[in-house]
């Protein structure tokens, strides 16, 4: 059981760059999270999908997208990276209905040049 | 104004000694209230979770909510060196599928040997 897993863990871009981010989850949570960590900014949430199929913003939706591949999988892309977008990315899953237990991934070091 | 307001710390305590570490919200509505440990380059885990205000105690952690004043505190008695991490305070309004949590921005403790 490896609960909630994240690639890569460590991406360096260019400006103008894209990328994917993957997430997946194994413990057959309904709703599943982005989030972006910046020093002092604690978690701030990216995009949610509370369920298969469904996907909403979150606080700082702008130059991301995401799509809820299956029950398993949430991924994150930035389709042209800035350099505003350096940060630490963590994906969460939690069962519906128990946003507050929510288990976070590893975590992606994201550096944009 | 952030609606989380939380101390960055550090905060350097004695082996054995008890932290203190709080938040200030202002959004009435929140009504469920977390706190979350982060280990260095590690997500997220739950630590403690109450529902509107009270105490409540988990071994050596204790989680206080004070609705009326908009605080919440989180104190750990006889603290170790492994207590050493980043505590970040978590809220909710609603208990239902998807419904995203507003964290703090997290107070880094350090426990001296």
């Known amino acids: 059981n490896a609960g909630v897993t994240q690639t890569p863990k460590f991406q360096v871009l260019k400006t103008g760059q894209s990328m994917t981010l993957q997430c997946a989850q194994d413990?057959?949570?309904?709703?599943m999270y982005w989030y972006r960590q910046d020093p002092g900014m604690g978690l701030r949430l990216i995009y949610y999908?509370?369920?298969?199929?469904?996907?909403d913003k979150g606080e700082v939706p702008n130059g991301y997208n995401v799509s809820r591949l299956n029950k398993r999988e949430f991924s994150l892309r930035l389709e042209s990276a800035a350099p505003s977008q350096t940060s630490v990315y963590f994906c969460?899953?939690?069962?519906?209905?128990?946003?507050?237990?929510?288990?976070f991934g590893p975590g992606t070091r994201l550096l944009v040049l | 104004q952030k609606e989380v307001e939380q101390d960055p710390g550090p905060l350097s305590v004695p082996e054995g000694a008890i932290v203190s570490l709080n938040c200030t919200y202002s959004?009435?509505?929140?009504?469920?209230f977390m706190w979350y440990r982060q280990y260095s380059r590690k997500g997220p885990e739950l630590l403690m979770y109450?529902?509107?205000?009270g105490n409540k105690e988990d071994g050596r952690f204790t989680a206080q909510v004070d609705k009326s004043s908009k605080y919440i505190s989180l104190f750990i008695r006889d603290s170790q060196p492994s207590d050493s991490a980043t505590y970040l305070c978590?809220?909710?309004?609603?208990?239902?599928?998807?419904?995203?949590?507003?964290f703090g921005g997290g107070t880094r403790v350090l426990v001296k040997p």
């Open positions: 969460a899953s939690s069962e519906a209905g128990d946003t507050e237990t929510q288990y």
């Open positions: 413990m057959n949570h309904n709703s």
């Open positions: 999908s509370a369920s298969e199929g469904t996907t």
């Open positions: 959004n009435s509505a929140f009504q469920y």
């Open positions: 109450t529902y509107s205000s």
């Open positions: 978590a809220m909710s309004a609603l208990k239902a599928a998807g419904n995203k949590l507003t």
